[in-house]
């Protein structure tokens, strides 16, 4: 069953269904459903799995799950990283009828020819939501009504600041307005001032460079980079979530570049705004890759970033082979 978001809480008190699917690309307004809706009806009682450490072991895991001792108080799983691999395990809790226990799967964007998508959306006995990408103008209201209601002044350009500098993620958002409010106690307005000294930027010089020269597809300047800067192993997933947004950012301009073949105008319009000293730079990685490189990357990045996790200490090999192919690799390669 399709389920809206802000039809959600209201559902839940109604009804009895216990396995839901929350998928797309804002994790931050899924996260965020989780605590506000969700855990404030469902059990006490929170379990946190990964699919992948599901499938490694998992007759162990139904085991634990269907075992009456399982269910002494009613439980809620949250299964992260969801993809068709578990829709098996679902079809199973259907079956069993197991009324005891919620669960909640998390899923990057699912296409429409998902099983485990397609499954959720025509079973009855499951509700399926999806999360699309904040606006800059929700992310702006956000904020806007995070200082409303903490009675702090602010001016509109340092709202823009903000979600500029936290590269439009709900959750980077949401760290920094903590921060901010913190710092701003006994205060009654935010000065710009401050704020340039308090949020952090989401990524440092050399990783953004790094990334920027990979998409342009530089492989002079990439390599000099990667020999002129000892990243260790925990950047990794910092340039993981560098290429992330930037890829994110080029889908965005290259679908509109379909609609409106005026570069200028499509660099000019974007939101949030694309600094002057940025342009050329997105100008080149728009030359050099299409949409079907942009999509095939940000699905190869996702699967890179459970690999890097998996097997941390080669993650710096991993990372640079990553790089390195990427460099060489065409559109007619992928």
Not at 275 to 284: G, N, T
Request: hydrophobic fraction near 35%.
């Amino acid at each position: 069953m399709i389920l809206k978001s802000f039809n959600l809480k209201k559902y839940l008190i109604k009804s009895n269904t216990n396995i839901f699917l929350l998928y797309g690309e804002n994790t931050g307004l899924i996260d965020q459903t989780i605590k506000n809706v969700f855990l404030p009806i469902f059990p006490k009682s929170v379990s946190n799995y990964d699919e992948s450490e599901i499938l490694r072991d998992i007759e162990n895991f139904k085991s634990a799950l269907f075992n009456k001792s399982f269910f002494e108080d009613e439980k809620l799983i949250i299964i992260n990283r969801g993809t068709d691999k578990i829709l098996s395990i679902i079809e199973e809790l259907i079956e069993k009828k197991t009324q005891d226990i919620k669960v909640i799967i998390k899923s990057n964007f699912l296409e429409k020819k998902s099983r485990l998508r397609k499954f959720f959306e025509k079973d009855e006995n499951t509700v399926i939501v999806a999360y699309y990408e904040d606006s800059y103008q929700t992310l702006y209201q956000l904020v806007q009504n995070f200082f409303k209601e903490k009675k702090l002044s602010i001016s509109s350009e340092n709202i823009n600041l903000i979600i500029d500098r936290s590269k439009t993620n709900r959750n980077n958002i949401r760290t920094e307005l903590e921060k901010i409010l913190i710092f701003s106690k006994n205060k009654t307005t935010v000065q710009t001032k401050d704020l340039v000294k308090l949020i952090n930027l989401s990524e440092n010089h050399d990783i953004s460079e790094l990334v920027d020269q990979c998409l342009s597809k530089n492989k002079k300047k990439t390599i000099n980079i990667l020999n002129e800067n000892n990243l260790n192993t925990d950047e990794n997933i910092l340039i993981l979530r560098s290429f992330l947004n930037k890829l994110k950012r080029l889908k965005k301009l290259r679908i509109n570049l379909e609609e409106n073949k005026n570069i200028e105008q499509v660099l000019s319009s974007f939101r949030p705004q694309i600094f002057w000293k940025d342009k050329d730079v997105i100008k080149q990685q728009l030359n050099n890759m299409s949409l079907v490189e942009i999509n095939y990357l940000i699905k190869k990045i996702n699967k890179l970033e459970l690999e890097i996790k998996k097997n941390f200490l080669l993650s710096n090999q991993i990372m640079t082979n990553f790089i390195l192919e990427n460099l060489d690799r065409t559109n007619s390669a992928i």
